[in-house]
């Protein structure tokens, strides 16, 4: 006991009552890492399917760049249905339950995805099959916007303090790792079928094995316990106001700053991993060449995602999320002449830097960045709100106006190279206002109340902002 510790009272544990045991902590990594792939290659899978195969699938009638941008479009819609599940999710998350949400939301995209595998085409049905697509989509985005913030909060708030950038940053191995599935069979189909074959019935193989992928992500999600410190937050729910009431009372600073930050990291994803593949074989480029290329910069991003978050646990989360930032911006024209270079070597080198560095170092940030922003009464719905309202502005439209860029520009990359160096322009003037988090570079005390165990008395929540906002000064 302390020589400052009261007699009769209990010394402070060194471990937070809402810390997993070890091995809790591994399972509940694995399991988010696992849901999340499962969730997202259901996503994703759209996305290269979109840039390879929809235009000539469900757009057949149109002028084959026009029908890339109506591919793109119903792809778009996936990200404007995030917001909405990201609300819903979000309070039913901090409601009734992380594990509950992630349960319900895996199930919606993934009877999505498996749904498009089983889809008539335009030569059957003719433009019902893209209305019917639309659909389809507005499940999936609906689905995939209560996703992130939930994996993210499973594991953040089960690690320790002083790594949980580290532990956190193993979700989004998620992501990257769900691209890399799709696009390699993708690869792997379009290389050993004739392009009859595959646009007869081939790219259905990746959406019908999602059932598989869904099994098995349900199945590990579903073993994994609730967080500690989500149900020490349910004890007072009864107290306290709806989760986004109070985002909108005293959190605007975070959910508005958190929101711009996303936007750096939402945008040059799809244009690394889908606009360049579609632009490539605009311009006569062997497109595989890219996708093989995007395989194996993600393959190094997989590899730099854990490091970088435990970087973020030594330096801060800002400062790194910064650097990668103002990589991403440099990156931007470099993109486009190494494609057009058609040199292997240089497109794997510029996706490298662009992937494994640039996206990674403001990806990985994210996972206990944006958790450590809001208290955890309302840290899945703050979560949700930042993640896919972030997404939905810089992510849903990207391939769709970048297209339109390319088009009025009689295929230059000027205005499309200068729409995405906007955006992340604007991540980076939102993290010169934005607080660093890590408790590590903030003396042990957490930004936001983290929810360790914590009572209130009825009528204290509207005392709880000025004492976090005295905590963080």
Known sequence: MSEHTPKGT???????????????????????????????YD????????????????????????????????????????????????????????????????????LGTFAVGLMPTYDQIGIWAAVILVLVRLIQ?????????????LTAEAAPPGKRGMFASFVQLGSPAAYLIPTGLFALLTSLLSEEAFVSWGWR?????????????????????????FKAAKETQAHQVAPLKLLARDHKREVFGGLFTKFVEAAVFPFYTVFLVSYAKEHGIDDSMVLNAVMIAIACELVAIPLIGRLTDKVGRRPVYLAAAVLNLV??????????????????????????????????????????????????????????????????????????????????????????????TVSIVALLFMPETAPGKRGGIEYAD???GETAAPGTETTAPRAESLARN
Do not use: C
Request: hydrophobic share 50%; glycine share 12%.
């Open 10 to 40: 209990t010394p402070e544990r060194t471990t937070a009552p809402g810390e997993a045991s070890p091995e809790e902590l591994r399972r509940t990594v694995g399991a988010s890492v696992v849901g999340t792939i499962a969730e997202y």
């Open 43 to 110: 996503f994703f899978i759209y996305g290269t399917a979109s840039a390879l195969v929809f235009n000539k699938v469900f757009f057949p009638e149109v002028d084959p760049a026009v029908g890339t941008l109506a591919a793109f479009s119903t792809y778009a819609v996936g990200f404007f249905a995030r917001p909405l599940g990201g609300l819903v999710w979000g309070h039913i998350g901090d409601r009734v339950g992380r594990k509950k949400a992630l349960v319900f939301t895996l199930l919606l995209t993934g």
């Open 141 to 153: 985005g609906f689905g995939v916007g209560g996703e992130q913030g939930g994996a993210v909060l």
């Open 205 to 229: 193989v990746p959406f019908l094995l999602s059932a598989f992928v869904v099994l098995i992500g349900l199945f590990v999600r579903m073993r994994v316990n609730e967080s500690e410190t």
């Open 331 to 424: 990156l931007v024209v470099p993109a486009f002449k190494a494609i057009e270079s058609g040199s292997m070597a240089l497109v794997v080198l510029l996706l490298i830097a662009g992937l494994a560095l640039g996206h990674a170092g403001t990806y990985a940030p994210q996972a206990s960045y944006f958790p450590e922003l809001f208290p955890a009464r309302a840290r899945y719905s703050g979560v949700s709100v930042v993640w896919q309202f972030g997404s939905m502005i810089a992510s849903g439209p990207f391939t769709v106006v970048a297209t339109a860029l390319l088009i009025a520009g009689d295929g230059s990359y000027t205005w499309v190279a200068l729409y995405v160096a906007v955006l992340i």
């Open 450 to 452: 983290w929810g360790r």
